[in-house]
């Protein structure tokens, strides 16, 4: 059988059909048009099809779309439910008291929208300006030239075995040359991992850290619903240790989306971040938004929280990030949508003008767009992540002093504090489980709490069954060996789809399981683990969850 691979030539190769993606995409193509040139552009998604792996809050700022598409409302874009009302709340136990909003909370403008519906709308203008768009294809190798800089990427060889071996059913994968590539593979890619320690991308940046969004969407009683209400939450149930919030989002068509975010520097080994989750929805001031209604979609992804300080370089010989694979979160706004079209676009204008020039887009050291970050800190985009700064990273100390810190910043210094904090990775922050009480979380009811197997079921996840396990453990005896002798096998708790699991216990033999079957691809075992023992790559292309309207 041969493994020879085909390969096809672009200019540009765009990994991932997120907002990133697809908007860098369509700048070059608009950019292109309008100076009369061809420019051959390719996006490639894992996703079974656009949107299929995108889910957000989302509260969606417009700004980058209104740069993108100034005609968007004429071009039917789905944004369909303006921001009508901004709540901020603290929850105790059993009540809540109103916080004032902070202006980064100011919703203004904005819409609820589905971001995945808005990425299979972005798709389509895409494609409508002569963009080829690929799903279902997962690229799992990056390529370079001889010099060292990249050359393109290869999508993964189809119909692999668990064995290792070929099956009747086996492709091998096909490469994408091109004289520029762009990673947009959202939150820890993991081909951009790769780049950071081959470029030493990260060599300059701060930690960066991270936070797990575990997300339901709701169809609820009429009477209950309010278009365009959003409310967010602090406190209960998550200790004051613990960063981390929830969000109610009331959307069109009798829907909710309700989310908890929690950040992954978080200490207690015992604690779930879906259980919290669950427990979230039974507090008196949000389990009415419920009463009567039923759970229609379920979905998890962990987001960048480093901001600005854990920007990478960007660039590098013949690629460079875009979006949240590189960090452009707005934290405390709580929304990245928009600084991640914008350094999509002000990607694709710096690249669109380097490959105009004689001899550009070559191997070599000089293929290096290094105009793309001289365009990003002469944007709005810069000031606007430069002045949240030290918002996250206050919270280290607990949520008190996180808070005080914010106003400070916010209030006082506008942003223009003379210090930049720092941050940690998250891994190295979770504590051996002999400093902390096991939690006792309730048993879920199946009405407005649920286990972790019906969820997945919700996200409609699927992976061909014979294959390679995309969860790769470096040691196979560290689960049971420190995992779970010193922090009692926290993977099976921070994973919000079940797919980590210890068995034989009962007969003194534990082992772990790993059901990757289950896997929404969040990727926070890769992030979570504490002894980075866990490295997570694509699965066959097609795999994983297909979110609908999230």
């Excluded at 004289?179 to 991992?193: N, Y």
């Amino acid at each position: 059988m041969s493994t020879e691979r085909e390969f096809m030539e672009y200019d540009v190769v765009i990994v991932g059909a997120g907002p990133s993606g697809l908007s860098a995409a369509i700048r070059l193509k608009q950019l292109a048009e309008a100076a009369g040139r061809e420019l051959s552009v390719c996006v490639l998604e894992k996703g079974s099809e656009v949107g299929a792996h995108i889910l957000s809050g989302a509260c969606f700022e417009p700004r980058a779309l209104d740069e993108l598409f100034p005609d968007w409302r004429e071009r039917g874009a789905p944004l369909h439910t303006p921001a009508t009302e901004d709540h901020f709340l603290f929850l105790t136990t059993s009540g809540a008291h109103a916080l004032p909003n902070p202006p980064q909370m100011h919703n203004q403008g904005n819409y609820i929208i589905s971001l995945g519906n808005l990425c299979r709308w972005l798709g389509e203008q895409a494609e409508a300006l002569g963009v080829e768009i690929y799903p279902g294809f997962a690229v799992a190798e990056v390529l370079y030239h001889a010099d060292g800089s990249v050359k393109g990427v290869a999508t993964g060889d189809m119909g692999i075995g668990k064995d290792g071996k070929p099956t009747g059913n086996y492709q091998p994968g096909m490469e994408l040359h091109a004289r520029q590539t762009f990673f947009s593979e959202g939150c820890r890619g993991s081909l951009t991992g790769e780049l950071f320690e081959r470029f030493e991308l990260c060599k300059e940046a701060q930690p960066q850290t991270y936070g797990i969004g575990i997300k339901e969407l709701w169809e609820v009683d009429p009477a209950r619903h309010r278009p365009g209400k959003i409310v967010h939450t602090i406190g209960w149930p998550l200790s004051t240790d613990t960063y981390g919030g929830s969000f109610l989002y009331h959307l069109e068509n009798n829907q909710v989306a309700v989310g908890f975010v929690i950040g992954l520097d978080y200490k207690n080994p015992w604690l779930s971040p879906f259980e919290e989750f669950q427990r979230f929805k039974t507090h008196p001031c949000v389990r009415d938004t419920f009463a009567g209604g039923r759970r229609i979609a379920y979905g998890a992804r962990a987001l960048s929280e480093g901001g600005f300080q854990s920007i990478p370089k960007l660039t590098f010989p013949g690629g460079l990030l875009i979006g949240d694979t590189a960090g452009f979160l707005n934290v405390p706004k709580i929304k990245g949508c928009h600084t991640a079209m914008k350094s999509g676009m002000l990607a694709a204008e710096a690249v669109f003008e380097h490959l105009g020039l004689e001899g550009a887009g070559h191997e070599g050291a000089g293929n290096e767009v290094t105009a793309y970050p001289e365009r990003m800190k002469a944007s709005w985009l810069w000031p606007e992540l430069h002045g949240v700064r030290n918002i996250r990273p206050g919270f280290k100390w607990g949520l008190w002093p996180g808070l005080a810190l914010a106003a400070v910043d916010t209030y006082l210094f506008r942003g223009k504090a003379p210090w930049t904090l720092g941050h940690h990775a998250d891994h190295t922050a979770l504590e051996e489980k002999s400093r902390h009480r096991p939690i006792n979380y309730p048993k879920p009811d199946g009405v407005l709490t649920f286990d972790r197997l019906s969820s997945v079921f919700l996200s409609n996840t699927h992976h061909e069954e014979n294959q390679r396990c995309h969860l790769q453990l470096k040691d196979e005896s560290v689960p049971v060996r420190i995992n779970l002798a010193r922090y009692g096998a926290p993977e099976t708790r921070y994973c919000p789809a079940g797919v980590y699991e210890i068995l034989g216990e009962e007969e003194g033999q534990p082992r772990l399981q790993i059901n990757a079957q289950n896997c929404v691809h969040c990727k926070t075992c890769d992030i979570k683990d504490p002894t980075q023992n866990i490295h997570w790559v694509v699965p066959e292309g097609g795999g994983g969850p297909n979110y609908p309207n999230m």
